[in-house]
């Protein structure tokens, strides 16, 4: 069984401060993705990483997967309290449908 | 607008009185799938389809059943329900994107079982 470890569980922070979360697994991954839940939602796709040591952005978000392709990271710059929400992130094996979601990391960004 | 459509949204029952949740998409996506997600555990598969009449077993399928009469639409279903599926159930549908399948998750139902 594939699992993604999400750490820190729990993050608040103060406006305008930066942060990093992270996701990882002793697996590989052919692709990695990140998810955002708000409250009362459903999770919304952020992005999707296929190659080892691509880092995507997506505004003051940034995305890395791991060389290996077992780890990703998220590094949030200047959070706002709009980024408050739960991350996931979620690991697809080659050519699957199925993905292995981690546990999630929720953000609490105060004005 | 694309989207996958849960109903209903709040739903408080009593033990063992049958019933479904509806989860409808609109994107012609082969790939369906039913999450429930509770604190400390996360998102967990109960059961998903590949196609119309192919639905399989995800982790926690005890409990459940589903049907995929046709591609849009994917019911979950609660024969007898029981207070430990008191629970936020998600439905998905899946795409190709990127050489891997992105999610579009519906907007949740929130069960309770008393």
């Known amino acids: 069984t594939q699992l993604l470890e999400q750490s820190p569980q729990f993050l608040s922070i103060q406006e305008g401060e930066n942060l990093t979360v992270y996701c990882n697994s002793s697996s590989v991954f052919s692709s990695l993705q990140w998810y955002r839940q708000e409250p009362g939602e459903g999770p919304v796709l952020l992005v999707t990483v296929v190659t080892g040591g691509e880092v995507k952005k997506l505004k003051r978000l940034t995305f890395q997967f791991g060389d290996a392709r077992k780890d990703s990271s998220l590094h949030i710059t200047a959070a706002q309290p709009g980024d408050t929400g739960l991350y996931l992130c979620?690991?697809?094996?080659?050519?699957?449908?199925?993905?292995?979601f981690g546990k999630g990391t929720k953000l609490s960004v105060i004005p | 607008e694309a989207q996958v459509t849960q109903n209903p949204r709040y739903l408080i029952t009593v033990t063992g009185k049958k019933l479904t949740v509806t989860c409808s998409q609109n994107?012609?996506?082969?790939?369906m799938s039913w999450y429930r997600q509770d604190p400390g555990l996360g998102l967990r598969q109960i059961y998903y389809?590949?196609?119309?009449?192919?639905?399989d077993k995800g982790d926690v399928p005890e409990g459940y059943k589903v049907s995929r009469k046709e591609k849009r639409n994917f019911p979950l279903i609660l024969e007898s329900p029981s207070p430990n599926q008191t629970s936020l159930y998600f439905c998905?549908?899946?795409?190709?994107?990127?050489?891997?399948?992105?999610?579009?998750f519906g907007s949740g139902t929130r069960l309770t079982v008393v």
């Open positions: 994107m012609n996506h082969e790939y």
């Open positions: 979620a690991g697809a094996g080659a050519g699957s449908y199925q993905l292995t």
């Open positions: 998905a549908s899946s795409w190709l994107q990127d050489g891997t399948y992105g999610y579009t």
């Open positions: 389809s590949m196609n119309v009449e192919v639905t």
